[in-house]
């Protein structure tokens, strides 16, 4: 009859190894959404996932302690029932010991190695245990000191513990795999971005200087002066911008208004701005750093510019929360010298540092650019 009670014993193994191999997939589904490790989660939980541990390991000796204690009486229930007692705060603190040593010192040791070491000190137990066990036998109590259940229930807690110091290896192993190939990828992302922005300003760079040579034939040297000031905020602001990212909307039209001086005196206040955004809104949206000047260079690049052709550039907000940058088309005779780098290079930024696409749209008359923008978090 005791025979059977070992039947829903192996029945609740099965169900606890569903178990694990379920907990197992959702640490690998959702590992992301952690911000604890295993062996953290585990180290913390480790007093009740001993208890757990425990119970399940004495399991057959549960089921069995009615019959025990029926054909039992006296001063005999009395110790074998302290025995029983024994027993389970033994396996308790011993998984709690073990589970320690393989999350601390076995934390990179292999699944051979791991078990080596779980089974030396757990036959060490054994032997103690055992030991104590014959000692209490002495005095008339029922032990099984040495019976196969006592010795299959070692050879269990020293499977589990190395089960869960292995899994828990495995998870730490795969999780500083992901740290280092997101820093990878990081480090990447911010290199491409780099280059990109490198890209424009040589490009803007020889176009400033033509502004200053005309001054300079001019000979008008209050504006001279004047618009060498305004180029140095304007280069200041290309040169940090190597160390930053998104930017808030504000500061990108703050750079636009000093941009627009060294316009104005290069196309003699041919080329205008418009700027329809709200105040109580730039602080709150940001977009790429420099995402404003391709676009300005690209009006210039591509149209005519002169009196019979004025150009007035609009910067405004839609409904969908979108920077909107138009301007009238005005095509040059000739093809333009360029090699349609400026607006590639605003898709590749927008896509690496916000994971978004601008829009392009253009009929027989405007040219519009839609850039998508963030909110501040």
């Known amino acids: 009859m005791r025979g059977f009670v070992f039947i829903p014993y192996f029945f609740v193994l099965i169900l606890w190894c569903c178990q694990v191999s379920k907990k197992i997939s ?3 589904e959702k590992k992301k959404c952690f911000m604890l490790s295993f062996d953290t989660y585990i180290s913390r939980k480790l007093p009740l996932v001993g208890l757990i541990s425990a119970v399940f390991i004495i399991y057959p000796n549960i089921a ?41 010192q076995l934390s990179t040791a292999q699944f051979k190695e791991r078990f080596g070491r779980n089974f030396l000190y757990s036959l060490a137990a054994y032997a103690g245990f055992a030991s104590i066990s014959y000692w209490i036998h002495s005095y008339g109590i029922r032990t099984d000191f040495l ?15 190395t089960l869960i110091g292995h899994i828990s290896m495995l998870y730490s192993t795969q999780r500083e ?24 300003n040589p490009h803007f760079f020889f176009n400033s200087l033509n502004g200053v040579q005309s001054l300079i034939r001019k000979k008008d040297d209050e504006k001279t002066l004047m618009y060498v000031h305004e180029l140095s905020d304007i280069f200041r602001y290309i040169l940090q911008s190597d160390k930053r990212g998104l930017v808030t909307l504000r500061e990108e039209l703050e750079f636009i208004q000093s941009f627009r001086y060294v316009m104005e005196v290069r196309f003699a206040n041919k080329l205008v701005f418009l700027i329809q955004v ?24 591509h149209n005519r510019i002169d009196s019979e052709h004025k150009m007035e550039i609009t910067i405004r907000l839609n409904e969908q929360k979108e920077l909107v940058v138009s301007n009238p088309i005005y095509p040059k005779l000739s093809p333009p010298d360029t090699n349609g780098t400026g607006l590639k290079n605003l898709e590749n930024r927008f896509a690496l540092l916000m994971n978004r ?6 009929d027989e008359n ?4 839609y850039l998508p923008l963030n909110k501040q978090n």
Request: charged letters at 20%; glycine letters at 4%.
């Open 64 to 104: 069995c302690l009615p019959w025990d204690i029926k054909f039992l009486e006296g001063a005999s229930c009395t110790g074998f029932y302290w025995y029983f007692v024994y027993r389970f705060f033994f396996f308790w603190g011993l998984i709690c010991l073990l589970l320690r040593y393989n999350l601390r």
């Open 177 to 200: 795999k992901e740290h280092e190939i997101e820093r990878l990828r990081i480090e990447n992302l911010q290199s491409r971005c780099d280059a990109l922005a490198n890209q424009i």
């Open 26 to 28: 959702f640490f690998v």
């Open 366 to 369: 405007t040219f519009r650019v």
């Open 278 to 301: 709200d105040e109580a809104m730039q602080d709150e949206l940001t977009l790429p750093v420099l995402s404003l000047l391709p676009l300005v260079e690209n009006v210039t690049v």
């Open 147 to 161: 019976g196969s259940t006592l010795i299959s229930q070692f050879f269990i807690l020293c499977s589990l513990c």
């Open 357 to 362: 696409q601008i829009r392009i749209e253009c």
